[in-house]
């Protein structure tokens, strides 16, 4: 054959070179392979290239770039060289943290691996339209599949003509939190607003409504009635005020409780306004009291009219309370024309005919003119020279005796109040006995006479001019304030030294007197003193059988008028005698005042009447009188 051994061992040797060289090709590759990626993964600072014994070459990756390494490595963002086709070259440590994946397993990959799936990584968006670099805000999936949101901000690199992209990235998981944070803040924030701005509301509309029945309050309609005058200026028109006040809210009150009373006011609140036109403005400026504002009225609408209207709506409400209870409401009016006048005025005003109204009978509708005007004007300076009497200590006491009429002998004596005038004359008290009742300012003025009439009587008995001289003062039932009385009296006694039996008081009633447990529990104190109380004016008044059983009296004065018809009127003769069976029959002393003729202490003496004052035996008698007058027997 042309083959010879030598030729098949020189092929085997060819073969054995042929796979020592595949084998030692293919460590190189491994060795290249191994190399790129550790090249890639910046873990060679530096590499050695040999192509002979005695040729090398040295490349160095660390001298020129390795500050700009260290820095890549180190920054806080995570930084990442990729391919046009979007796969990583190059990724550092923090990019490899912040998508949980090994450095060496993210060098290859394509970026998309971390766009989500759904939403992969655009890098033409990461690049920017002009190819030139740009910031978006995109949501990475890490391995593990967590939402990463970063901030990818990039810049374009030519190597070797190939367009890379470099890449960094700022995690936003902090700053999202963050915003988050901030989000819910400004959200409480607003929360904060809203209920500040609620609260706001609910503070104004306390300032210028009524809680009870959320009608505008005394400022708002005091605003809008000096609005209304303001407007009335220029257009000639009247302005309207009416001033309603229930003529029985405190029975309703009192008997039936203060849920009762505000359910009144309630319906009493809807009932007015339902009475009045869309313009005008109803208020309720105090417990039972509202004000009507009807703005811009010509003259020909009927004021008197709406007033009526108010008193009759007021009038129908009885029902929807109780029918035992109708309630009705009395107005008053006061008008001013062209905006003459403030809100004040004409509420005053208004208030001033509503007062009249009321003490006409209530239910009814007056209107305020010049003469009511004066007449409230000279209340209010009898108010003041009241005032200034009682500083100036010009309330001075006359003294009636008391006769006893079975033997003729004073036994006693009635304090009676005047005022000293600086012309020297004296004013009596109907003209300020009333005037000091409404005003209050009959506590000082009775508590000055009861201090005089205490002094000057415990100064008659050292004296001797008789050592069981009683005195009686005149006490008005609005004394009964809650202790107020029986404090007054202690102290009286106390400073002028005088036994409480030398003492009693004369209820006057003016008025129908309650008997309020606090009242007879009051009258009951005094009485425990030793104080004697007796009931006056018996007869004219408001005073029942059933005060004569519950007060602790002592006596009944029977009432001057009844004295005076006792000779000419049958029925006034049975009357006085009634009364003091009555009086006797109650274990009482009756006393009858006025006597001014001999015929009637006659008669009195018939009757049994036990004592007696009057002009037959001595007028009020200025106290350095007194001695004499009751040294005298032949009365
Ligand atoms: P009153 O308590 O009924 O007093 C009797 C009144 O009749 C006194 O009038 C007295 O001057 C008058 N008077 C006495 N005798 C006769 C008489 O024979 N004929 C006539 N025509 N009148 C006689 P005065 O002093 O003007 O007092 C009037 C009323 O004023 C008193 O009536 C009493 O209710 C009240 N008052 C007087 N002083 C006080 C006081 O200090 N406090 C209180 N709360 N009221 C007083
Ligand atoms: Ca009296
Ligand atoms: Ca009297």
Redesign the pocket.
């Known amino acids: 054959m042309g083959t010879g051994l030598a030729d098949v061992d020189a092929m085997a040797d060819a073969l054995d070179e042929a796979q020592r060289m595949l084998a030692d090709a293919l460590i190189c590759l491994a060795e290249a392979e191994e190399t790129l990626r550790a090249i890639g993964a910046g873990e060679v600072d530096a590499f050695v290239v040999s192509d002979g014994a005695d040729s090398q070459r040295v490349f160095t990756l660390s001298t020129a770039d390795r500050p700009y390494r260290v820095f890549v490595e180190n920054m806080r963002e995570g930084a990442a060289t990729v391919s046009l086709s979007g796969i990583i070259l190059y990724a550092n440590r923090r990019l490899a943290e912040l998508l949980s994946c090994p450095r060496e397993s993210l060098v290859g990959l394509p970026l998309a691996t971390f766009g989500g799936g759904a939403d992969p990584i655009d890098l033409h968006e990461v690049r920017g339209p002009s190819g030139l670099g740009a910031t978006v805000e995109l949501d990475l999936v890490d391995s593990a599949g967590l939402v990463v949101p970063v901030l990818v901000g990039s810049s374009p690199l030519d190597a070797d003509g190939e367009g890379l992209t470099c890449l960094t990235f700022t995690d936003l998981r902090a700053q999202r939190t963050q915003d988050r944070v901030i989000a819910q803040l400004s959200m409480d924030q607003a929360e904060r607003m809203t209920d500040l701005q609620d609260a706001q509301a609910a503070l104004t509309m306390q300032a210028t409504h009524d809680a009870l029945t959320g009608l505008p309050n005394r400022a708002l309609v005091v605003d809008r009635i000096d609005q209304a005058l303001a407007h009335a200026q220029r257009t000639n028109r009247r302005t309207v005020v009416l001033f309603v006040d229930l003529d029985s809210f405190k029975n309703i009150n009192d008997s039936y409780g203060h849920a009762a009373g505000d359910a009144a006011l309630r319906i009493a609140a809807d009932r007015l306004a339902a009475s009045l036109r869309p313009m005008d403005t109803i208020a309720r400026i105090g417990g039972d009291e509202f004000v009507v504002l009807a703005p811009d009225v010509d003259n020909n609408f009927d004021v008197v009219g709406l007033g009526k209207r108010l008193v009759a709506g007021l009038s129908d409400m009885g029902d929807e309370l109780d029918p035992a209870t109708p309630l009705s409401g009395s107005v008053g009016i006061a008008i001013s024309t062209e905006g003459r006048g403030t809100a004040e005025i004409l509420i005053k005003e208004a208030d001033t005919a509503m007062y009249h109204a009321k003490s006409l009978g209530g239910g009814r509708v007056e209107t305020f003119d010049a003469a009511l005007g004066r007449r409230v004007e000279q209340r209010s300076a009898a108010q003041r020279m009241l005032q200034a009497a009682i500083d100036d200590h010009r309330v001075v006491?006359?003294y009636?005796p008391i006769v006893d009429l079975a033997t003729g002998v004073v036994s006693g004596l009635?304090?009676?109040?005047?005022i000293s005038q600086h012309d020297g004359s004296m004013l009596?008290?109907?003209s300020f006995?009333a005037v000091?009742?409404e005003s209050g300012l009959?506590n000082p003025?009775?508590a000055q006479?009861?201090r005089l009439?205490c002094e000057a009587t415990a100064e008659w008995q050292r004296a001797r001019v008789e050592e069981r001289l009683t005195i009686a003062?005149?006490?008005?039932v609005?004394?009964l304030g809650p202790g107020d009385l029986t404090m007054l009296v202690q102290s009286s006694l106390e400073e002028s030294g005088l036994d409480a039996t030398c003492l009693s008081l004369?209820l006057?009633e003016?008025a129908v007197f309650d008997l309020r447990p606090d009242i007879l529990n009051q009258l009951g104190q005094i009485r425990d003193l030793g104080v004697e109380i007796g009931l006056?004016?018996f007869g004219t008044g408001y005073a029942s059988l059933t005060h004569l059983r519950r007060l602790p009296l002592s006596f009944v004065?029977i009432?001057?008028s009844f004295?005076?018809r006792l000779l000419t009127d049958k029925e006034d003769e049975g009357i006085v005698a009634a009364v003091v069976d009555l009086a006797a029959n109650l274990g009482l002393r009756s006393v009858a005042?006025?006597?001014?003729t001999t015929e009637q202490l006659l008669r009195l003496q018939q009757i049994g009447c036990n004592q007696g004052?009057?002009?037959?035996f001595a007028?009020?008698l200025p106290p350095q009188e007194v001695p004499s007058a009751i040294a005298r027997t032949d009365w």
């Not at 009635?414 to 005047?418: D, H, K, N, Q, V």
């Not at 003062?473 to 008005?476: C, H, K």
């Not at 005042?593 to 001014?596: H, R």
């Open positions: 006491v006359r009636q009635e304090a009676l109040a005047r009596l008290p109907p006995i000091a009742e009959i003025l009775g006479v009861l009439a003062v005149n006490v008005s609005r004394q004369e006057t003016t006056d004016d004065k009432d001057r004295v005076q005042e006025g006597i001014e004052q009057g002009y037959l007028r009020p």
